[in-house]
């Protein structure tokens, strides 16, 4: 029998501590722990050892975004040995709950090693989800958010950015699964679009990641924008195709 998902939830407001509970229970997560600011959730990781953290931002003692950098900064556990530090053998996936969306959050978030960033207003089916997806290695951002995070690239590089030394390394194939994967396709819809099998492709992302040193495909989405090889035109006209042949 597989065993239950293991959340953290850190938010200082005990409702939206115990709605969580309640949402993720009812879908067959087990809430491991709370946490009433950042200082509790790094212990609480610790001692715990969840799968996922449910983090808020604005905590007293300290933030969210500080207690993400710190967890997932801690060595593991062969590396805690060496150095003599508490362990965390295997690195949580960080999910930043809050409800502002402000962009200095959304990319100090990233920036700290989240996951994912997803604004409180979420359904609980998109909540549940949402934990499910990061934990299987995927990554995620509110759609709102991503737009606004792909501007906030352009504007700082422009459509004349140079790309990245490291894209040398992907295959004509990574480059177009990469620009096609920071247009927002989903591993199914990269899988039409390419024709090929939808293992095919979740190997294509593995590379992509393995070759760049990128942790997730939020990173990915960023090095994409950042580097130049697709612009916020790109995917606004990309997506105005998909509408119109959908």
């Known amino acids: 029998m597989t065993e239950p998902l293991r959340v953290l939830v850190a938010d200082d407001q005990t409702l939206v501590r115990?709605?969580?509970?309640?949402?993720?229970g009812a879908d067959g997560i087990d809430v491991v722990a709370?946490?009433?600011?950042?200082?509790?959730?790094?212990?609480?990781?610790?001692?715990?050892?969840?799968?996922?953290?449910?983090?808020?931002?604005?905590?007293?003692?300290?933030?969210?975004?500080?207690?993400?950098?710190r967890i997932l900064a801690a060595p593991?556990?062969?590396?805690?040995?060496?150095?003599?530090?508490?362990?965390?053998?295997?690195?949580?996936r960080v999910?930043?709950?809050?409800t502002f969306d402000l962009d200095r959050y959304v990319y100090a978030a990233l920036s700290a090693g989240a996951s994912g960033f997803l604004l409180k207003d979420v359904t609980?089916?998109?909540?549940?989800?949402a934990v499910r997806l990061v934990r299987t290695g995927d990554a995620l951002l509110a759609p709102a958010i991503t737009r606004r995070l792909v501007q906030r690239f352009t504007r700082a590089g422009g459509d004349?950015?140079?790309?990245?030394?490291?894209?040398?390394?992907?295959?004509?194939?990574?480059?177009?699964?990469?620009?096609?994967?920071?247009?927002?396709?989903?591993?199914?819809?990269?899988?039409?679009?390419?024709?090929?099998?939808?293992?095919?492709?979740?190997?294509?992302?593995?590379?992509?990641?393995?070759?760049?040193?990128?942790?997730?495909?939020?990173?990915?989405?960023?090095?994409?924008?950042?580097?130049?090889?697709?612009?916020v035109g790109e995917r606004e006209a990309a997506q105005q195709s998909d509408e119109r042949t959908g």
Do not use: C
Not at 39 to 67: H, N, Q, S, W, Y
């Open 95 to 98: 999910i930043i709950l809050t």
């Open 124 to 129: 609980p089916e998109q909540l549940t989800a």
């Open 160 to 231: 004349t950015a140079a790309p990245h030394r490291d894209l040398a390394a992907l295959t004509p194939r990574e480059l177009e699964v990469l620009g096609l994967l920071a247009r927002g396709l989903s591993n199914a819809e990269l899988a039409a679009r390419l024709h090929l099998a939808e293992a095919t492709v979740k190997t294509h992302v593995a590379r992509i990641l393995a070759k760049l040193g990128l942790r997730d495909r939020v990173q990915a989405v960023i090095v994409a924008y950042e580097t130049g090889l697709i612009s």
């Open 76 to 92: 593991r556990d062969h590396d805690s040995v060496r150095v003599g530090q508490g362990p965390f053998p295997d690195r949580p």
């Open 18 to 24: 115990t709605g969580f509970r309640l949402i993720l």
């Open 34 to 69: 709370e946490a009433t600011n950042g200082i509790e959730a790094v212990e609480a990781v610790r001692r715990t050892r969840p799968d996922v953290v449910l983090m808020d931002v604005r905590m007293p003692e300290m933030d969210g975004l500080e207690a993400t950098r």
